[in-house]
């Protein structure tokens, strides 16, 4: 089961706490403890501060 | 009076939700936009997203640097405000950039060299002596970045980055490795202030202080020559909200990076200082302008 805030905002990352894969919102309803995700992207060359 | 601001984002962090909390706590129109899923047309300025084409001033806060640049040369095209500039981001994207302008403005920075070879740089670094220490280009949070001891290093190095495809890695961008103690600084920048400043310590089992690699953080208060140094770096890259990163050394700082897509989770820890809303009113203000 992967926890997701009920704060959390489409495009905050998320992790499955079993295998560290990541998740990006796409929506959340918390009234109905539900949220849509979909695999994030993974770390590129170009990425960073 | 700015009203409204949009955040762009590819990756939403820590960071891109506290400046789009700070800015709704200012009573602004704020949006996220995700610019994964942006089609422009460059002739057709109706093509933007609609709360990118209403907002008065645009804060880029991509995670991938090339996303983050061409959205601003988009933008700025079509004579948007974006926070920061097409040329800031692309001078602290690239560290050689960054050192050039650094050298040429004379604010101290470590020796820094190019090579435009694997032969080259393995003739170059034999020739100037060990240690050296080699950084992509184009990087962040610490990857990739090198503290080469021998020959055998740098042939390893040279083997690992071929293998890579990566075009940018046949230049070799190369500095002296800069005895300091186990910290370095990091200071944010918001326009022509220094807004919070902070040590950055190694962790015990790495040589680098990038926080992303577990280093941990303290507080400092920058004054005098100081601030000066990092005030005038940050300039010399076309200013903006920056991080700007240096090293002590007996002669002083001497500055090794100043990071475009600055990440302030850690300082505004460290230092207590709401960094978010320092940068929204500055984005507020260059809204004005």
Known sequence: MIAVPDDALPGEIVSCPDCGTEYEVVSVDPKAGRAELKPAEEVKEDWGE | MANSLSILTDRLRWEEKALYTAALNMGLSASIVDVKSSSIDISDESTLPAEVRDSDVVL??????????????????????????????????????????????????????????????????????????????????????????????????????????????????????????????????????????????????????????????????????????????AEAVGGGVLGVDAMETEDGLLVHEVNGGVEFHGVTHATGVDVATKIIEYARSVAKR
């Open chain 2, 60 to 233: 880029q806060r991509c995670v991938s640097h090339y996303r983050g640049l061409y959205y601003t040369a988009v933008l700025e095209r079509f004579g948007r405000r974006v926070i920061n500039s097409f040329m800031t981001s692309l001078m602290t994207g690239n560290k050689l950039l960054t050192s050039l302008e650094l050298v040429k403005r004379g604010i101290p920075t470590p020796r820094t060299y190019v090579s435009f070879s694997d032969e080259s740089a393995v003739e170059f670094m034999e020739r100037h002596g060990y240690p050296m220490v080699v950084k992509p280009v184009v990087g962040s949070w610490g990857r990739m970045v090198t503290r080469v001891d021998d020959r055998d290093d740098a042939n390893t190095l040279v083997e690992f980055r071929r293998m890579l495809q990566d075009p940018t890695y046949q230049v070799y961008y190369l500095q002296e490795y800069v005895r300091r103690p186990p910290r370095d600084l990091r200071a944010v920048v918001v326009g022509d202030d220094v807004v919070a400043a902070e040590y950055r310590y190694q962790p015990p089992d790495d040589w680098r202080t990038n926080i992303a690699r577990g280093g941990r953080a303290e507080p400092v208060s920058l004054k005098g020559h100081d601030r000066e140094i990092v005030l005038k770096a």
